[in-house]
T-cell receptor, first 111, second 116 residues
């Protein structure tokens, strides 16, 4: 079952601008993760944020988590053409192993 | 793609034939997963395995089968019972969770299966 839902579905920006995408989920979680997928490729893990964390940074990425609103956001600062990809949030399941993925946000960064 | 290999990259089959997709990892991970991705969609879980000789059905297991005889390998068979097998199939692995929730998953490059 797909618990996470990303918003917007598609986002188009110019290089240098910031990109923000949001994820909402339905049930309580231990962790929330963000992944990137370049066209036709496998997913690459970007960042994991635990339920007791509110914000996490990794390079140009900033992730926030609001468990009261069951939502998370991914901010990519100073975007580059190479950031063009689909971005997925994923929440853990009762098994503790498998993840529920949203449908993703498709990001296009134009030079 | 993180020490996980999937082969082949593209696979073509006739309707009614079973086909097996390969997934091998050298990350020494206990857990492995199979996901299906349709165009413009997220990933849907087919099967996962927490340990050798054990596996559980995911959300869309009907028409698929798996085995886990070795830690490194988790092949997926798409049977003729799967009504819409054409899709992009992704294999992943992860370390054991230790009860603290999920860990990051490492994905292979995927196999694009086309059934006509």
């Amino acid at each position: 079952s797909q618990q996470g839902e990303e918003d917007p579905q598609a986002l188009s920006i110019q290089e240098g601008e910031n990109a923000t995408m949001n994820c909402s989920y339905k049930t309580s979680i231990n962790n929330l993760q963000w992944y990137r997928q370049n066209s036709g490729r496998g997913l690459v893990h970007l960042i994991l944020i635990r339920s007791n964390e509110r914000e996490k940074h990794s390079g140009r990425l900033r992730v926030t988590l609001d468990t009261s609103k069951k939502s998370s956001s991914l901010l990519i600062t100073a975007s580059r053409a190479a950031d063009t990809a689909s971005y997925f949030c994923a929440t853990d399941t009762r098994s503790g192993y498998a993840l529920n993925f949203g449908k993703g946000t498709s990001l296009l960064v134009t030079p | 793609d993180g020490g996980i290999t999937q082969s082949p990259k593209y696979l073509f089959r006739k309707e009614g034939q079973n086909v097996t997709l390969s997934c091998e990892q050298n990350l020494n991970h206990d857990a492995m997963y199979w996901y299906r991705q349709d165009p413009g969609q997220g990933l849907r879980l087919i099967y996962y395995s927490q340990i050798v000789n054990d596996f559980q059905k995911g959300d869309i297991a009907e028409g698929y089968s798996v085995s886990r005889e070795k830690k490194e390998s988790f092949p997926l068979t798409v049977t003729s019972a799967q009504k819409n097998p054409t899709a992009f199939y992704l294999c992943a692995s992860s370390p054991p969770t230790g009860g603290g929730g999920s860990y990051e998953q490492y994905f292979g490059p995927g196999t694009r299966l086309t059934v006509t």
